[in-house]
Nanobody, 116 residues
Framework: EVQLVESGGGLVQPGGSLRLSCVVS????????MTWVRQAPGKGLEWVST????????TYADSVKGRFTISRDNAKNTLYLQMKSLKPEDTAVYYC?????????WGQGTQVTVSS
């Protein structure tokens, strides 16, 4: 069974930093690209970032480019999202996501709240 477990969310002041983690099990982690998606209160899902299997290629939404960094440790089956210069509009539930064949797998999400 494929499982994704996010952690690292919390309450942070504007301008602060957080690092999210997503541990994957039940699947060969190194064989698939990984994605972070977020959902702000009352809004739809927003793609944040994607990383290739080796980590050599990364893409970002314009809203987070230059502030967020996606990375992965294939030896630890773990995906990361380093978030800096956080803004109130970054407040959301953050999910990691993997696509295996025709199926999407999601974690339970971790809440990030940016507020003074």
């Amino acid at each position: 069974e494929v499982q994704l477990v996010e952690s690292g969310g919390g309450l942070v002041q504007p301008g602060g930093s957080l690092r999210l983690s997503c541990v994957v099990s039940g699947f060969t982690f190194s064989s698939s690209g990984m994605t972070w998606v977020r959902q702000a209160p009352g809004k739809g899902l927003e793609w944040v970032s994607t990383i290739s299997t080796s980590g050599s290629r990364t893409t970002y939404a314009d809203s987070v480019k230059g502030r967020f960094t996606i990375s992965r440790d294939n030896a630890k089956n773990t995906l990361y999202l380093q978030m800096k210069s956080l803004k109130p509009e970054d407040t959301a539930v953050y999910y990691c996501k993997i696509i295996i064949g025709a199926n999407d797998y999601w974690g339970q999400g971790t809440q990030v709240t940016v507020s003074s």
